[in-house]
């Protein structure tokens, strides 16, 4: 996924141990397309049935608070495919839809083992940053871009 979304933590317990994971979620329920003469997004009728929701646990995950005080915490690998058939663990998103990504902290117990599967069992705090928003895309929008690369 580029740009990459890369987090740092402030406020959190050294002694504690986290998790970090990320999902992809949807932000309405329409679908759009890419008007060239305008140079925007417009809706273009009603969204299709999202893919059920994945979360991607950082692969560095569980850290201690001390660990997060003094890093950034990079999903640089977080992979998005639009196969809803999908057995690799990437996150599925529609095309030609709008999503927001959502980071969420979790405390892990002492002694918890495994991954973090429902985050209504679990202690967390999700963060959203509503300059991330982006409308998925499985090809160019840029005439330009499409046409040219085929000169």
Same mark, same amino acid.
């Given at each position: 996924?580029?740009?990459?979304?890369?987090?740092?933590?402030?406020?959190?317990?050294?002694?504690?141990?986290?998790?970090?994971?990320?999902?992809?979620v949807?932000?309405?329920?329409?679908?759009?397309?890419?008007?060239?003469h305008?140079?925007?997004?417009?809706?273009?009728?009603?969204?299709?049935?999202?893919?059920?929701?994945?979360?991607?646990? =950082?692969?560095?995950? +569980?850290?201690?608070?001390?660990?997060l %005080?003094?890093?950034?915490? @990079?999903?640089?690998?977080?992979? !998005?495919?639009?196969?809803?058939?999908?057995?690799?663990?990437?996150?599925?998103?529609?095309?030609? =839809?709008?999503?927001? +990504?959502?980071?969420?902290?979790?405390? %892990?117990?002492?002694?918890? @083992?495994?991954?973090?599967?429902? !985050?209504?069992?679990?202690?967390?705090?999700t963060?959203?940053?509503?300059?991330?928003?982006?409308t998925?895309?499985?090809?160019?929008?840029?005439?330009?871009?499409?046409?040219s690369?085929?000169?």
């Amino acid at each position: 996924m580029f740009p990459t979304v890369r987090v740092s933590f402030t406020g959190i317990r050294s002694d504690q141990r986290y998790a970090v994971l990320l999902d992809i979620v949807p932000v309405d329920n329409k679908r759009y397309r890419y008007a060239y003469h305008r140079s925007s997004w417009l809706v273009a009728g009603k969204a299709d049935p999202p893919a059920p929701c994945r979360k991607c646990a =950082h692969p560095d995950s +569980p850290y201690t608070g001390e660990q997060l %005080r003094k890093q950034v915490v @990079s999903f640089e690998k977080v992979k !998005l495919t639009n196969n809803e058939m999908d057995k690799h663990g990437h996150l599925v998103l529609n095309s030609m =839809h709008k999503y927001q +990504p959502r980071v969420h902290l979790v405390i %892990r117990p002492e002694g918890s @083992s495994g991954n973090v599967i429902d !985050l209504e069992n679990e202690s967390y705090k999700t963060f959203i940053f509503p300059e991330t928003v982006f409308t998925a895309v499985t090809a160019y929008q840029n005439q330009l871009v499409s046409t040219s690369l085929f000169l």
